[in-house]
């Protein structure tokens, strides 16, 4: 099919070479032979008289044209399948399809986990894929490379809409039999411990930054790891302490040997959201799946 002259196929095709920068890449993504991949660049170089992809080195660029054509080339795309092609009816009993969602381990054991249990009572053929913050998770959201970003409402877009989950505040946590600390935990205190601080190297800083940035000059970091859920095990049988998202402090006093205790710091609370794609508003699968993440959230609210 044509339109003013294009082959609306050929959007497709574009698409995935200025995401993939690369011709034998976006075949192989779109289960393309490489010489038909060639000849659709070919036949996108005609039409916008523009080189596109020229070579660099062993690599590939776009060149200017093709920055300008690639978020409107995604956009275009993302509404046609959010308002043409998504099915007006939706059954979570029989409803097939596989959602993806960038979310922490932190999110994920406080939230997510009980909300996956229960959409699966109601819709067991869906299937989940959570993958951990990247560089440029509102990238992904913007090229419908996820569904859902569950983090932060800091961290997320101003261009797509989102509906905010918990608010949270923090812990001081310490191994229940730490001798250097009595019965409270003071601002002092607490920077004399050796901490166990997470860091991200591809996103975002973390609460601990917060404080780090603050207190520099008075706190040791003895350890960093780039998960929530490690913190716990590096505390148990040490002297050292952490600062941690409450409701997963309180997870893990569970069934390990620690100690919460007041945070002694002033830490903004983080307010954690859901987001989605805009041209996804209207998808009805992704709305029920966001509709049973909100009820999660105030389940654990409770």
Known sequence: MRFKGLDLNLLVV??????????SKAAETL??????TSGALSRLRNYFEDELLVRLGRSMVLTPRAIELQGAVRNALMQ???TILTRPQFDPRT??????IIASDYMTIALLSDALKEIATQAPMLQFSIQPPSVNP???????????????????????????LIREGYKAVIWDQNPDVGDTMDLKKLLELPHVAVRFANAGPTYEGWVI??????MSVEVEVGSFSSVPFLIVG????????????????????????????DIPLIQEAVQ????NSNDNCLTWVREQLISASKKVDD
Not at 95 to 100: E, G, L, M, T, V
Not at 141 to 159: A, H, I, K, N
Not at 239 to 245: P, Q, T
Request: net charge neutral; charged share 25%.
């Open 14 to 23: 574009l698409d995935r070479l200025l995401t993939e920068k690369s011709v």
């Open 31 to 36: 289960f393309l032979t490489q010489s038909a």
């Open 80 to 82: 046609i399948e959010g």
């Open 95 to 100: 409803a097939r399809r596989d959602i993806s």
């Open 138 to 164: 509102r990238g992904m959201l913007e090229r419908g490379e996820v569904d859902f970003l569950v983090m932060p409402d800091v961290y997320c877009s101003p261009e797509h809409p989102m509906q905010p």
């Open 213 to 218: 940035e603050r207190y520099a000059n008075e």
């Open 238 to 265: 040490t002297r050292r302490a952490a600062l941690m998202h409450e409701r997963l402090a309180n997870i893990f006093a569970r069934t390990l040997p620690l100690r919460l205790m007041p945070c002694p710091v």
């Open 276 to 279: 989605w794609n805009l041209h």
